[in-house]
């Protein structure tokens, strides 16, 4: 058994198929949870985690979502070959007792994607006032959590700096005492390590399948930080319908491609596939507390 701690599978993405896609994966012996990036995503996240055991559902506000922009993610193809990874966004301003209010339903097992990213700055945006208003929907989220009780899902993309001292302020004021993870992980081992030191959690997606770049010896940079990070605090996500796993890299992801990406774990650390899935399992459900 396998958890994909991070899809969105209630996205258009799967808007012909999203049924299918779901009765899928969990036929493959792999559980879900389906995070939300703005209101009505975390809304309907929740609505379709209602209506299936072995799925659950995040809320949150993605930080590309506080600006208006649209961008193709450079892991994926370029728009031209790959239509759907082309991400038009529409702003929303961070409303906490919305959040709150969805934060409280049955399925809901973490706030979040919320985040910093320094990453994707909309042309003609001024960078420091963008990363203000990250950083206030941000503090605004792990507010929520705490009060909901709940983990958090980080996204941070080009700013583990600012995002690992804004977590260490939260634990070092007895706040966030669920915790969290850092999801889609691409940074260093001395990054992933001060997220370690507040007892998060780390979480890899099918990036770590791809071959390291011109330049970086036989293994990525991301590989040499799963084959030295602790399988204790290690969580697998496929962040489907983006970043598709080698072997389908270029096509639309779906969750039990994770599978993949837990392969990829045990090459690089030299262990069997059994092992990472149950170490992986048991992490995300003491994390999350899922109920299985
Ligand atoms: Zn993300
Ligand atoms: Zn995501």
Redesign the pocket.
């Known amino acids: 058994m396998l958890i994909d701690t991070h899809c969105h599978v209630h996205f258009n993405a799967y808007r012909d198929d999203m049924d299918d896609v779901i009765t899928r994966t969990l036929e493959k012996g792999v559980l879900m949870m389906t995070v939300g990036t703005q209101k009505d995503t975390s809304r309907r996240g929740l609505e379709v985690a209602e209506r299936y055991e072995g799925l659950w559902a995040t809320v949150g506000l993605?930080p590309n979502h506080l600006t208006q922009q649209a961008f193709w993610d450079d892991d994926e193809l370029p728009p031209d070959q790959q239509p759907n990874t082309i991400i038009k966004t529409r702003a929303e301003r961070f409303d906490a007792s919305s959040y709150l209010e969805l934060a409280r339903h049955p399925k809901c097992v973490a706030v979040g994607?919320c985040g910093l990213d320094s990453y994707r700055i909309p042309q003609g945006a001024e960078f420091e006032e963008v990363m203000r208003v990250q950083e206030a929907a941000l503090r605004g989220q792990f507010d929520v959590a705490t009060q909901a009780g709940l983990p958090v899902v980080v996204?941070c993309r080009d700013a583990h700096e600012r995002q690992a001292q804004i977590i260490k302020e939260y634990t070092d004021a007895g706040k966030l005492t669920r915790r969290g993870v850092i999801?889609?992980f691409t940074g260093t081992m001395e990054e992933a390590q001060r997220y370690l030191d507040e007892d998060f959690y780390i979480s890899f997606t099918g990036i770590i399948t791809f071959p390291p770049r011109k330049g970086e010896g036989d293994l990525s940079a991301v590989q040499k930080v799963v084959r030295e990070l602790p399988l204790e605090r290690m969580l697998v996500e496929t962040?489907a319908p983006y970043l598709t796993p080698i072997p389908y890299r270029g096509k639309r992801n779906e969750p039990w491609y994770v599978q993949f990406v837990a392969q990829k774990v045990a090459e690089l650390k030299g262990i069997s596939v059994e092992e990472v899935a149950e170490a992986t399992t048991a992490n995300a459900k003491a994390l999350f507390g899922l109920e299985t």
Do not use: A, F, G, R
């Open positions: 993605h994607e996204h999801h889609c962040d």
